[in-house]
């Protein structure tokens, strides 16, 4: 900079040298510009007698003299004025070098603050704090359900309407030290504090990824979907034989990626479609799945696999059913326990196609049951079939659909608008009624459920469902009540809004 400088300096001093020179010359010898041909040895001879004129002249002429003084003011105007514009180019280039210097300081000052200083922001996957280069972060979300519950009919087995929470769960997930994640989420819902899911995740290898804590073993197809994407409220049949949440470790990842999926894993062991956060004895469960996705997802998704569980029952609480209302249906006589050998199996299937999507799971629980002395094997089994369509054209996932326009009505955004209809059963062996671990007027051998509900996806986050469910029954009555447990219809309305 200081060279251009001296080089602008030194182009303008030259200019001025240029000019000085140049009106020197104009005014020593006009007759040789008006005469370029003329011979320049009779010039020569001729020039003191002209030198001798000038001078009469200039002392006869006053008028002259004076015009001559003003031509000599003029040029040190002119050189007073470049001199000028010189000396402000020169202040400008001091000026922009100055503000080029700041700006390097306050760039290196800048990369050093990024090196050290943690982001904060705020989108549709919660709140996250971010520290450079992504080695640690903490998210905090949150997913909040309000639930309305109608029963219809005279119907002694109902329970009472009731607006409830059906979930209150906040969420803690993150990184530590770039390649572990955990995750942490009780729940308040219901009256009732509940630790849902509180692990960590090593995942370092995609091949082989190390989970440890409580979460959910790899066993149902829907229960491994989260409770916010499902297309209706509640769950279907087969996920009541799956356990929803278990202490243990599991080792997943991709075997061919975006195509071949597995997970395995050893956990404490939990009734069907419960949880705990101890184990009842010094026996595991062990759990393992395998899952292929075929075609590419951006044009059309099927997905199938199995999942499967083995382990002891010993101790274990006995397992509890419910209808698509959350009412428990299915009750054991005293004095029978769990004990022996339990074995889950539950392949499942999903088929996304634009808007369109299917989901159909079958499940089979074969546990050993004790009353007394007496043990056997007991058998349940349940099954789902499930379709939705996108009336507003969002494409379809596992996942809750993003509107194409969010709630805005004053800009013609309405969300998107989901139909979906399920139709579902359970049964339960006979031999639970026949040896008496069970009571046929009491507890249904079978139920038949079937579901349809709208969706409304105001946004991303915030959704309003309404479904209404179905449920007959197969025994669960006394001859006087006609053999089976009354139909049981219910309307749910949900209000839910979640950010994880």
Same mark, same amino acid.
Not at 27 to 48: F, L, M, R, V
Not at 197 to 213: H, M, N, P, R, S
Not at 250 to 256: N, S
Not at 281 to 306: I, K, Q, T
């Given at each position: 900079?200081?060279?251009?400088?001296?080089?602008?300096?030194?182009?303008?001093?030259?200019?001025?040298?240029?000019?000085?020179?140049?009106?020197?010359? /104009?005014?020593?010898?006009?007759?040789?510009?008006?005469?370029?041909?003329?011979?320049?040895?009779?010039?020569?001879?001729?020039?003191?007698?002209?030198?001798?004129?000038?001078?009469? =002249?200039? /002392?006869?002429?006053?008028?002259? +003299?004076?015009?001559?003084?003003?031509?000599?003011?003029?040029?040190?105007? #002119?050189?007073?004025?470049?001199?000028?514009?010189?000396?402000?180019?020169?202040?400008?280039?001091?000026?922009?070098?100055?503000?080029?210097?700041?700006?390097?300081?306050?760039?290196?000052?800048?990369?050093?603050?990024?090196?050290?200083?943690? +982001? @904060?922001?705020?989108?549709?996957?919660?709140?996250?704090?971010? &520290?450079?280069?992504?080695?640690?972060?903490? #998210?905090?979300?949150?997913?909040?359900?309000?639930?309305?519950?109608?029963?219809?009919?005279?119907?002694?087995?109902?329970?009472?309407?009731?607006?409830?929470?059906?979930?209150?769960?906040?969420?803690?997930?993150?990184?530590?030290?770039?390649?572990?994640?955990?995750?942490?989420?009780?729940?308040?819902?219901?009256?009732?504090? @509940?630790?849902?899911?509180?692990?960590?995740?090593?995942?370092?290898?995609?091949?082989?990824?190390?989970?440890?804590?409580?979460?959910?073993?790899?066993?149902?197809?829907?229960?491994?979907?989260?409770?916010?994407?499902?297309?209706?409220?509640?769950?279907?049949?087969?996920?009541?034989?799956?356990?929803?949440?278990?202490?243990?470790?599991? @080792?997943?990842?991709?075997?061919?990626?975006?195509?071949? =999926?597995?997970?395995?894993?050893?956990?404490?062991?939990?009734?069907?479609?419960?949880?705990?956060?101890? &184990?009842?004895?010094?026996?595991?469960?062990?759990?393992?799945?395998?899952?292929?996705?075929?075609?590419?997802?951006?044009?059309?998704?099927?997905?199938?696999?199995?999942?499967?569980?083995?382990?002891?029952?010993?101790?274990?609480?006995?397992? =509890?059913?419910?209808?698509?209302?959350?009412?428990s249906f299915f009750t054991f006589n005293s004095g029978v326990t769990e004990g022996g050998h339990r074995t889950r199996l539950q392949p499942g299937l999903y088929y996304y196609m634009g808007a369109f999507g299917l989901l159909t799971e079958y499940g089979l629980t074969e546990e050993d049951m004790q009353k007394g002395t007496f043990r056997t094997d007991i058998g349940y089994r349940a099954w789902q079939v499930a379709g939705s369509y996108i009336l507003t054209g969002e #494409?379809?996932?596992?996942? &809750?659909? +993003?509107?194409?326009?969010?709630?805005?009505?004053?800009?013609?955004?309405?969300?998107?608008?989901?139909?979906?209809?399920?139709?579902?059963?359970?049964?339960?062996?006979?031999?639970?009624?026949?040896?008496?671990?069970?009571?046929? +007027?009491?507890?249904?051998?079978?139920?038949?459920?079937?579901?349809?509900?709208?969706?409304?996806?105001?946004?991303?986050?915030?959704?309003?469902?309404?479904?209404?469910?179905?449920?007959?029954?197969?025994?669960?009555?006394?001859?006087?009540?006609?053999?089976?447990?009354?139909?049981?219809?219910?309307?749910?309305?949900?209000?839910?809004?979640?950010?994880?």
């Amino acid at each position: 900079m200081n060279a251009f400088r001296g080089l602008t300096h030194a182009f303008f001093v030259s200019i001025i040298v240029t000019a000085l020179a140049g009106a020197g010359g /104009a005014s020593t010898d006009p007759s040789q510009a008006g005469n370029p041909g003329q011979n320049p040895a009779p010039a020569a001879a001729s020039s003191s007698a002209g030198q001798a004129v000038g001078a009469d =002249s200039a /002392a006869a002429d006053p008028a002259s +003299t004076e015009q001559q003084s003003a031509g000599a003011q003029s040029t040190d105007q #002119k050189v007073q004025d470049l001199q000028k514009k010189v000396d402000e180019l020169d202040q400008k280039l001091k000026d922009v070098q100055h503000e080029q210097e700041l700006k390097k300081v306050e760039d290196a000052a800048a990369a050093e603050k990024a090196k050290t200083e943690a +982001t @904060v922001t705020a989108n549709t996957s919660g709140f996250t704090i971010e &520290s450079p280069h992504g080695n640690f972060l903490l #998210k905090i979300g949150a997913d909040l359900q309000v639930d309305n519950r109608t029963f219809f009919g005279e119907n002694s087995t109902n329970p009472m309407d009731q607006m409830l929470l059906r979930r209150v769960r906040p969420t803690f997930s993150g990184t530590i030290y770039k390649y572990i994640d955990y995750f942490f989420r009780p729940d308040f819902g219901q009256g009732s504090v @509940v630790i849902y899911d509180a692990y960590v995740t090593l995942k370092y290898f995609d091949f082989a990824q190390v989970q440890a804590g409580k979460f959910k073993p790899p066993v149902s197809l829907e229960r491994l979907q989260s409770d916010d994407d499902t297309s209706f409220v509640e769950r279907g049949y087969p996920t009541m034989l799956a356990p929803s949440r278990d202490i243990g470790y599991q @080792v997943g990842g991709d075997i061919l990626p975006r195509h071949i =999926s597995y997970s395995v894993g050893a956990f404490n062991g939990v009734p069907d479609n419960g949880l705990s956060d101890a &184990s009842v004895s010094d026996h595991r469960d062990f759990a393992g799945r395998l899952f292929f996705n075929l075609f590419n997802p951006e044009v059309a998704n099927l997905g199938f696999g199995v999942g499967a569980s083995s382990g002891s029952v010993d101790a274990e609480a006995l397992p =509890s059913y419910k209808t698509f209302a959350q009412n428990s249906f299915f009750t054991f006589n005293s004095g029978v326990t769990e004990g022996g050998h339990r074995t889950r199996l539950q392949p499942g299937l999903y088929y996304y196609m634009g808007a369109f999507g299917l989901l159909t799971e079958y499940g089979l629980t074969e546990e050993d049951m004790q009353k007394g002395t007496f043990r056997t094997d007991i058998g349940y089994r349940a099954w789902q079939v499930a379709g939705s369509y996108i009336l507003t054209g969002e #494409k379809k996932s596992f996942k &809750s659909p +993003t509107p194409k326009k969010n709630f805005d009505p004053r800009n013609h955004g309405w969300g998107a608008v989901e139909i979906a209809v399920r139709t579902g059963e359970f049964t339960a062996d006979r031999a639970l009624f026949t040896d008496g671990f069970a009571s046929a +007027t009491a507890s249904p051998r079978l139920a038949h459920e079937v579901v349809g509900g709208v969706n409304w996806y105001l946004n991303r986050l915030f959704r309003i469902s309404g479904d209404y469910g179905r449920t007959n029954f197969g025994g669960g009555a006394t001859t006087a009540m006609g053999i089976n447990r009354p139909t049981e219809k219910a309307l749910i309305f949900r209000f839910q809004i979640n950010f994880i």
